[in-house]
């Protein structure tokens, strides 16, 4: 938490600034209020800009905002805990004026002074860089600074003007449409996302904002939202966005090397699989345990998994009768009454070998990844294990997810994923946003993963002929599903 004693020093003017840092500051105490009348003006740009940022940082999180200014977006935000740092004493008294009795705090100084970030508290859940990285005296000095306040699944979230609209915004800026600017460093993405890799951050994620940015009543949000995201478009946008965690090798020992880990396996006529599976399952460890969940079978899929967990007491197994539909429905059931600190989907029509999932396990334990996702999309596959519409359907989905989602997967329905306890009950708490729409389990982890700015990790696996019974998958009618799917996460987490 932040003191009393740090607030009121923030207070005071900054001296010992390296010349840089000076000038910024004394152009924003001049400014002020000029600036102010600008983001009136623009308003259609700050509202957008600011619904953007709420739409990508989970409820009730802690948030540092560093170039706050006057503190419209930690404003909006109104998170759980705030605090803003900016270079301008002005700006930041009146940011402490609008918080009035909020869990807010405003601070004047540089965010690469460390002396500053340690009396501001934290660590803090979200740190935000808006319109702000082409300001700093040493971008990467910050990067590095701001570790301090980091834990070990803080986001960062930056944005920042697109160098080809640098003589856009410097011809506004001639014809009074655009309030000036201090000099700027215009750092393109790559070099920013360079910097971060330097300063032991990995990125998780990257989008293209605000093509258009100016108010056309009726037009600018459509332009914006849709037009403005199709691929060869969006890289035209105002504005890029990168979220970033810290390196995992950061925070060493914050998790278990070997977690305690639930394998949630859905059964549906799979009866002459089970044996095999059973006796391909893995040692992962003290208080781990495999639950089978059934679904409704029509062959005695049921009776040969009571049988199984009968005979097989001393290695954890347990059976839980479905009352729902769709793999979906079983992997929420199983993932309610899992005890590990690791859940992971397994399919039982043995697709996927059980001997994979210690890759699985290790990969999450290591920091790898906060989920992930199987892919069956590397090596050759066995005989007819995937029909070609289906191979051929999986790759368009990779590309369209990719897209959607910001982060590369290669396969969306592979039923072999990974994830820790922790992180799941956060995206469950976050289902209603999307709703219950999901009959495979898969994208509700993909999507709610996304928005929460997780870290999805492919890892490649090989696919199996199946052995007994036909596939639960059917190519159109699911097909079909998967679109109108894809749509939904289209306007949740694209088209905002």
Same mark, same amino acid.
Request: proline letters at 5%; one cysteine or more.
């Given at each position: 938490?932040?003191?009393?004693?740090?607030?009121?020093? @923030?207070?005071?003017?900054?001296?010992?600034?390296?010349?840089?840092?000076?000038?910024?500051?004394?152009?924003?105490?001049?400014?002020?209020?000029?600036?102010?009348?600008?983001?009136?003006?623009?308003?259609?740009?700050?509202?957008?800009?600011?619904?953007?940022?709420?739409?990508?940082?989970?409820?009730?999180?802690?948030?540092?905002?560093?170039?706050?200014? @006057?503190?419209?977006?930690?404003?909006?935000?109104?998170?759980?805990?705030?605090?803003? &740092?900016?270079?301008?004493?002005?700006?930041?008294?009146?940011?402490?004026?609008?918080?009035?009795?909020?869990?807010?705090?405003?601070?004047?100084?540089?965010?690469?002074?460390?002396?500053?970030?340690?009396?501001?508290?934290?660590?803090?859940?979200?740190?935000?860089?808006?319109?702000?990285?082409?300001?700093?005296?040493?971008?990467?000095?910050?990067?590095?600074?701001?570790?301090?306040?980091?834990?070990?699944?803080?986001?960062?979230?930056?944005?920042?003007?697109?160098?080809?609209?640098?003589?856009?915004?410097?011809?506004?800026?001639?014809?009074?449409?655009?309030?000036?600017?201090?000099?700027?460093?215009?750092?393109?993405?790559?070099?920013?996302?360079?910097?971060?890799?330097?300063?032991?951050?990995?990125?998780?994620?990257?989008?293209?904002?605000?093509?258009?940015?100016?108010?056309?009543?009726?037009?600018?949000?459509?332009?914006?939202?849709?037009?403005?995201?199709?691929?060869?478009?969006?890289?035209?946008?105002?504005?890029?966005?990168?979220?970033?965690?810290?390196?995992?090798?950061?925070?060493?020992?914050?998790?278990?090397?070997?977690?305690?880990?639930?394998?949630?396996?859905?059964?549906?006529?799979?009866?002459?699989?089970?044996?095999?599976?059973?006796?391909?399952?893995?040692?992962?460890?003290?208080?781990?345990?495999?639950?089978?969940?059934?679904?409704?079978?029509?062959?005695?899929?049921?009776?040969?998994?009571?049988?199984?967990?009968?005979?097989?007491?001393?290695?954890?197994?347990?059976?839980?009768?479905?009352?729902?539909?769709?793999?979906?429905?079983?992997?929420?059931?199983?993932?309610?009454?899992?005890?590990?600190?690791?859940?992971? &989907?397994?399919?039982?029509?043995?697709?996927?070998?059980?001997?994979?999932?210690?890759?699985?396990?290790?990969?999450?334990?290591?920091?790898?990844?906060?989920?992930?996702?199987?892919?069956?999309?590397?090596?050759?596959?066995?005989?007819?294990?995937?029909?070609?519409?289906?191979?051929?359907?999986?790759?368009?989905?990779?590309?369209?997810?990719?897209?959607?989602?910001?982060?590369?997967?290669?396969?969306?329905?592979?039923?072999?994923?990974?994830?820790?306890?922790?992180?799941?009950?956060?995206?469950?708490?976050?289902?209603?946003?999307?709703?219950?729409?999901?009959?495979?389990?898969?994208?509700?982890?993909?999507?709610?993963?996304?928005?929460?700015?997780?870290?999805?990790?492919?890892?490649?696996?090989?696919?199996?002929?199946?052995?007994?019974?036909?596939?639960? &998958?059917?190519?159109?009618?699911?097909?079909?599903?998967?679109?109108?799917?894809?749509?939904?996460?289209?306007?949740?987490?694209?088209?905002?």
């Amino acid at each position: 938490m932040v003191s009393t004693e740090s607030d009121s020093i @923030a207070s005071h003017p900054i001296t010992g600034h390296d010349p840089v840092f000076e000038m910024i500051e004394r152009f924003y105490e001049d400014h002020h209020e000029g600036l102010e009348r600008s983001r009136r003006r623009h308003r259609y740009y700050y509202d957008g800009l600011t619904r953007i940022i709420r739409s990508r940082i989970p409820a009730r999180s802690s948030i540092l905002d560093v170039g706050c200014g @006057a503190g419209h977006i930690l404003l909006a935000l109104n998170p759980h805990h705030g605090v803003g &740092i900016d270079a301008s004493a002005r700006a930041i008294a009146s940011a402490r004026e609008a918080a009035g009795d909020r869990n807010l705090h405003f601070f004047q100084g540089d965010a690469t002074d460390p002396d500053l970030l340690s009396r501001i508290g934290g660590p803090f859940d979200v740190i935000l860089l808006v319109n702000v990285v082409t300001q700093l005296t040493d971008v990467q000095a910050a990067f590095e600074s701001l570790r301090s306040v980091c834990h070990s699944r803080t986001r960062l979230l930056l944005y920042s003007y697109s160098r080809i609209w640098q003589p856009i915004l410097r011809l506004a800026e001639l014809l009074r449409i655009k309030h000036p600017t201090p000099p700027e460093s215009w750092l393109p993405p790559e070099e920013v996302r360079h910097m971060l890799a330097l300063a032991d951050y990995e990125i998780v994620r990257k989008e293209y904002q605000m093509v258009w940015p100016g108010n056309i009543p009726g037009l600018s949000d459509r332009i914006n939202r849709y037009i403005g995201h199709l691929p060869g478009i969006e890289w035209l946008s105002l504005i890029y966005g990168i979220m970033a965690r810290p390196a995992s090798h950061r925070f060493p020992g914050s998790r278990a090397s070997r977690p305690s880990t639930s394998v949630i396996i859905p059964c549906c006529n799979e009866a002459g699989h089970i044996p095999e599976l059973v006796e391909s399952l893995p040692d992962l460890g003290p208080n781990s345990e495999f639950i089978f969940v059934e679904g409704n079978s029509t062959d005695d899929t049921e009776d040969v998994v009571r049988r199984a967990v009968e005979e097989n007491q001393a290695r954890s197994f347990r059976f839980l009768k479905q009352t729902g539909k769709g793999k979906g429905d079983a992997v929420r059931l199983g993932f309610s009454q899992a005890r590990g600190e690791v859940l992971v &989907i397994l399919d039982s029509d043995l697709s996927v070998s059980p001997k994979d999932i210690p890759r699985f396990i290790g990969l999450l334990s290591k920091g790898k990844g906060e989920l992930i996702n199987g892919s069956r999309m590397v090596y050759p596959m066995e005989g007819r294990a995937m029909r070609f519409l289906n191979l051929l359907a999986n790759k368009c989905f990779a590309w369209l997810f990719t897209w959607l989602l910001g982060q590369q997967v290669r396969d969306t329905l592979c039923g072999t994923k990974a994830l820790y306890r922790e992180d799941y009950e956060h995206i469950a708490a976050s289902r209603a946003y999307f709703g219950d729409f999901d009959p495979f389990g898969d994208f509700d982890l993909l999507f709610g993963a996304s928005r929460l700015n997780m870290r999805i990790v492919d890892v490649a696996v090989r696919y199996h002929e199946r052995r007994y019974g036909r596939t639960n &998958i059917s190519r159109f009618r699911h097909g079909w599903l998967l679109l109108r799917m894809s749509f939904l996460a289209a306007r949740k987490l694209k088209f905002v």
